[in-house]
């Protein structure tokens, strides 16, 4: 299985990309690849909504020529499971991890149906210094549209993990490592 790491996080070794990094070091015990691709840094255009999008859309993916299109389209075309994970800034995911998400329009062609995500996998990852049931919303948030009730991504788990009272990079929560390690093993 290709597994493809989309971190939302400007902190390449804070809390959430440890959780990751678990998840990750687990999934390889049973011989899953994986790259990771950290959005700060990419250069990404926001969505612009353009004009005749799905003709835009089937014939070259965007009209923005930038690492969205050419670095992580590619990537996630490729990868069977995706992990999409973001601290929570301002009460919702990080900016660069939502624009990342408007420029999914991609994926929508005539009529609102989904193209190129089929049999797909997802786990979202949500963290924050908060308790965690103060931002549960972001990771329903990450779940109404990744799964079912939209881009139809099989859901395998979506976590959202809060006090994290310690330095970033440094997890004052290890049981938690050895959790998602766990949950890796199993993918």
Known sequence: M???????????????QNIVSAILKGAKK??????TIHLYDLEMNDCIACK???????????VHDDDFRNILLPEIRK????????PVFMGHITGKMKTM???????IIKD???????NKKFISVVTS???????????????KWLGKD????EKVAVIHEGDFTGESGESDKIELLEKYEKLGETI
């Open 30 to 35: 049973n011989d899953h690849s994986s790259k």
């Open 112 to 118: 609102f149906k989904i193209r190129d995500l089929n």
């Open 79 to 86: 990868a069977d499971l995706i992990i999409f994970s973001s």
């Open 101 to 107: 998400f408007d420029r999914w329009f991609t994926f």
């Open 150 to 153: 939209f881009f139809n991504l």
């Open 129 to 143: 210094g908060a308790p965690s049931e103060s931002f549960k919303d972001v990771s329903d948030y990450l779940e």
């Open 52 to 62: 005749d999008a799905n003709k835009i859309h089937i014939e070259k993916d965007c």
């Open 2 to 16: 290709k597994i493809l790491s989309i971190n939302g996080s400007p902190n390449k070794t804070g809390n959430t």
